[in-house]
């Protein structure tokens, strides 16, 4: 199913590339499977930062390595879209306006 979730690729490269490298520790696949069948669902720009390493025969062999790789030009890529936190202003409202609520407590006084 994953391999097939083209959407999920291009909404949020991350989120797939976490779902996908722990389902492929599961099943026994060679690295070439799991190397053609990320080609299949990254961007056509992704693809083309990467022109260089497959012109130059650079590409690694090793599936995990290949990962890295597509996950660190994403991310030079789309800065973006990789800048995210989960506990950060964002989280509380802080950054759509929002006021915090006097009377909540932080954590640390907690």
């Known amino acids: 199913m994953l391999w097939v979730n083209k959407d999920l690729a291009r909404k949020n490269f991350v989120k797939y590339t976490e779902q996908y490298r722990t389902l492929a520790r599961i099943v026994n696949y060679s690295d070439k499977v799991h190397i053609d069948k990320m080609k299949e669902v990254i961007s056509d720009e992704l693809q083309n930062a990467l022109v260089i390493y497959k012109i130059t025969n650079q590409s690694p062999k090793i599936w995990n390595d290949y ?44």
């Open 67 to 110: 990962l890295k790789l597509l996950i660190q030009a994403y991310k030079a890529l789309y800065p973006d879209k990789t800048q995210g936190t989960i506990f950060g202003p964002e989280a509380i409202g802080e950054k759509s306006g929002e006021k915090k609520d006097p009377d909540t407590m932080e954590i640390d006084e907690i």
